[in-house]
């Protein structure tokens, strides 16, 4: 049996590669690629590290738990915020866990990513009203996410629970009177500017509101005339070239002195004549038709000004509601794997509750499996929870643990667990077996480890995982093994 081994270094960065020699490197040679900085051979080590370990693969598990569509393009797009300090990832591990207690998450069907409407606004340029209705839609949709939180913290016995959630919309500017004002000018759901959007357009509407009565009226007269006189089949009043008109058989278009023909029929039968007496109307009708024209589009202009003066108000109000989406897709996706919340190990941070020195070990993680690996077999277990094969209880255990268990329609295997331990002080750890014995595997699971915790996001492991906060995660695993086609 052949055997090969890999190296793991730890310190307050992680670097992750097999032995591809079995004379050992200069440890100084090895940390030599760790201390460059900002330069663009240090970012695509990084880049090929996230490729190595499969991060864009574990995002897009995440993207499925996001209910927005900013949300869900960040985590397909492998953006996922990633805390650039230990305080950053402990605040973005308490919002997984706040939005993990809550049952049910809020209302985020109305939230659009209007980001774009907006930068059409600032350009100068109208928006239409459907998307003057897409920005008010959001903008209440959102600031009732934050009254939702509001509601569950009043009516909880431990509002602070719910803290790290509140305080990531606390001080956001909602643009009520925006979305008010969008309101009070457009019905949104008929999909129409409302005559109250401005004095003037109310005046105007209210005029050409008679001027059509009395056409009507007008030309119901004219028609019913000519129907009488046996000039139609029956009264017969349409619009031709924009005004309003009557037809009338060609063989007595002298019922009509003085009208004028705005069109004929195919067959030539049939004139569309407005009356001398419409004329005058019709003229009316054209403008004021387009004062309404000219009045509507000064309010879209207006309102769109508007937004343009809050664009960045608006924006920032976009990124914040994205976070609070993302937290509640950490969530999703931790209950999912039955996640638990990891520590960090190190002491040197101040401002992170869950940090914590241990002088014995510094990377104490139990029962961990690879969250690429557990797909499959989370899906063919919640197959058979829907089937009836087993139990709820067979989920876990409510610390993180998952049991697997054969079922009389189907086995259903969760991957073997591994746990790491690694001593304070310890600088290397070559890992050592047989081809095809997991190695890889167990790397790239050790790696993920420290990016979702860096990320906020919940360990598929058990009991308490504690592993340090690390600067930088680098990889280079020669084999290629991708763990997804496993």
């Not at 019709?282 to 343009?308: D, G, Q, W």
């Not at 259903?412 to 002080?425: A, C, L, M």
Request: proline share 4%; charged share 25%; net charge negative.
């Amino acid at each position: 049996m052949q055997l090969s081994s890999c190296t793991i270094s730890c310190s307050r960065k992680l670097f992750i590669s097999p032995n591809k020699s079995s004379k050992p490197k200069p440890f100084s040679k090895r940390w030599l690629c760790l201390t460059i900085s900002n330069s663009a051979e240090f970012n695509s080590l990084e880049s090929e590290t996230l490729k190595t370990l499969e991060w864009s693969s574990v995002c897009k598990q995440v993207a499925a738990f996001t209910s927005t569509s900013m949300g869900s393009s960040v985590a397909n797009n492998a953006r996922f915020p990633v805390g650039r300090s230990p305080q950053e990832s402990q605040m973005l591990l308490d919002q997984t866990t706040a939005a993990r207690l809550i049952s049910r998450p809020p209302d985020f069907s109305e939230i659009e990513d209007i980001s774009e409407i907006v930068a059409v606004a600032s350009s100068g340029q109208l928006l239409t009203i459907r998307e003057l209705c897409t920005v008010r839609r959001t903008l209440k949709a959102v600031r009732e996410v934050f009254q939702y939180l509001e509601q569950l913290a009043s009516d909880s016995n431990n509002p602070e629970r719910y803290s790290p959630l509140l305080e990531i919309l606390q001080h956001c500017n909602f643009q009520v009177g925006l979305e008010q004002k969008i309101e009070f000018c457009i019905d949104c759901k008929l999909s129409v500017i409302l005559d109250r959007a401005s004095e003037e357009l109310e005046i105007i509407r209210s005029e050409r509101k008679r001027n059509i009565e009395n056409l009507d009226s007008l030309l119901r007269e004219v028609s019913s005339r000519i129907f009488h006189a046996g000039g139609i089949d029956r009264p017969l009043i349409t619009q031709r070239r924009s005004r309003m008109c009557v037809g009338i058989r060609a063989s007595h278009r002298y019922l009509l002195p003085d009208g004028i023909i705005l069109n004929v029929s195919s067959s030539g039968a049939t004139y569309f004549m407005e009356p001398k007496e419409a004329i005058d109307l019709n003229n009316m009708e054209v403008r004021l038709s387009n004062s309404e024209k000219t009045e509507e589009r000064a309010i879209l202009s207006l309102l769109a000004s508007e937004i343009a003066n809050s664009k960045q108000e608006i924006n920032d109000l976009l990124d914040k509601i994205l976070e609070v989406d993302l937290a509640f897709a950490r969530a999703a996706y931790a209950q999912w794997l039955n996640g638990v919340c990891p520590t960090f190990s190190l002491s040197n941070f101040e401002g992170c509750d869950s940090v914590e020195e241990n002088n014995d070990l510094t990377v104490n993680i139990d029962g961990i499996r690879h969250p690429l690996l557990l797909e499959s077999s989370l899906k063919n277990f919640k197959d058979g929870l829907a089937l009836g094969c087993v139990n709820d209880a067979d989920m876990g255990n409510g610390n993180g643990a998952l049991k697997s268990k054969s079922m009389s329609k189907g086995t259903y295997e969760f991957p073997v667990p591994v746990d790491f331990k690694i001593r304070q002080g310890t600088r290397v750890v070559v890992i050592s077996g047989p081809n095809t014995g997991g190695k890889t595997a167990s790397m790239k699971t050790l790696g993920l480890a420290s990016l979702m915790s860096k990320a906020g996001m919940h360990l598929p492991a058990q009991n308490c995982p504690k592993l340090p906060w690390f600067d930088v995660i680098l990889a280079d695993i020669g084999d290629h093994q991708v763990v997804s086609e496993l």
